[in-house]
């Protein structure tokens, strides 16, 4: 399963201390692989926890997926998300459109836990 991270949701894991690991794990009854697109660290410019989010990336080997930079990363998403997808994300107009896709996503709940 190959989950993809919407820049928000990384930051917001991050400003609330959820270890997004150990919640994956919890929430996921398989073997998943955490991405990001190469595009996320262009919206992570200038944006508080820039440097604490990159430091996480690499810590977690998080595997980067190259795209057509010319495309903001919710596109993007939309364009690389299949059946065996699930992206964690708080983007409403991207959930919804996630969800006409059928397409599973994760969400932070109550700044404490993720769930799908």
Excluded: H, P
């Excluded at 398989?30 to 697109?37: D, Q, R, Y």
């Excluded at 604490?52 to 903001?72: G, H, S």
């Amino acid at each position: 399963m190959d989950i993809i991270l919407d820049t928000d949701f990384l930051i917001n894991c991050l400003k609330n201390k959820i270890d997004i690991f150990s919640e994956f794990s919890r929430i996921l009854d398989e073997k998943f692989k955490v991405n990001i697109l190469d595009k996320t660290l262009d919206e992570l410019n200038g944006k508080n926890l820039e440097k604490l989010c990159i430091a996480f990336i690499k810590a977690k080997n998080i595997n980067m997926i190259k795209t057509d930079r010319l495309k903001n990363v919710d596109n993007l998403i939309l364009d690389l998300v299949g059946k065996d997808t699930i992206v964690a994300t708080q983007d409403k107009d991207l959930k919804r459109k996630l969800k006409k896709k059928n397409i599973q996503v994760i969400t932070i709940r109550q700044k404490k836990y993720l769930a799908i």
